[in-house]
């Protein structure tokens, strides 16, 4: 059964750091590009991050781009997103999601609809 499981979410103050993981069970991770969202109370679930199978590219929101750093290690089965200089704006529920690359080892994308698999997320707090 193919699975997800986010971890390392919890409250930080601004200007703080996270390395959020997403291990996958289940299947081998080398065929997946994994993509990074968030969900705030109220808001629409946006894309953060993402990165291809091959993890020779990766693509970034405007809001996260020079603080976030996406990465894989297909050996661990993990993704991570390191977090740095944080902001309350970043405040949410963080999701990793799954979607089957193998005809093409450099796509990723930023778009909820375009995964399969979903974890259960993780919760980040930013605030003083």
């Known amino acids: 059964q193919l699975q997800l499981v986010e971890s390392g979410g919890g409250l930080v103050q601004p200007g703080g750091s996270l390395r959020l993981s997403c291990a996958a069970s289940g299947f081998t991770l080398d065929y997946y590009s994994i993509g990074w969202f968030r969900q705030a109370p109220g808001k629409e679930r946006e894309g953060v991050s993402c990165i291809s199978s091959s993890g020779g590219s990766t693509n970034y929101a405007a809001s996260v781009k020079g603080r976030f750093t996406i990465s894989r290690d297909n050996a661990k089965k993990t993704v991570y997103l390191q977090m740095n200089s944080l902001k309350p704006d970043d405040t949410g529920i963080y999701f990793c999601?799954?979607?089957?690359?193998?005809?093409?080892?450099?796509?990723?994308?930023?778009?909820?609809?375009?995964?399969?698999?979903w974890g259960q997320g993780t919760q980040v707090t930013v605030s003083s």
């Open positions: 999601a799954a979607k089957g690359t193998r005809t093409n080892q450099y796509m990723c994308d930023m778009r909820a609809w375009w995964y399969d698999y």
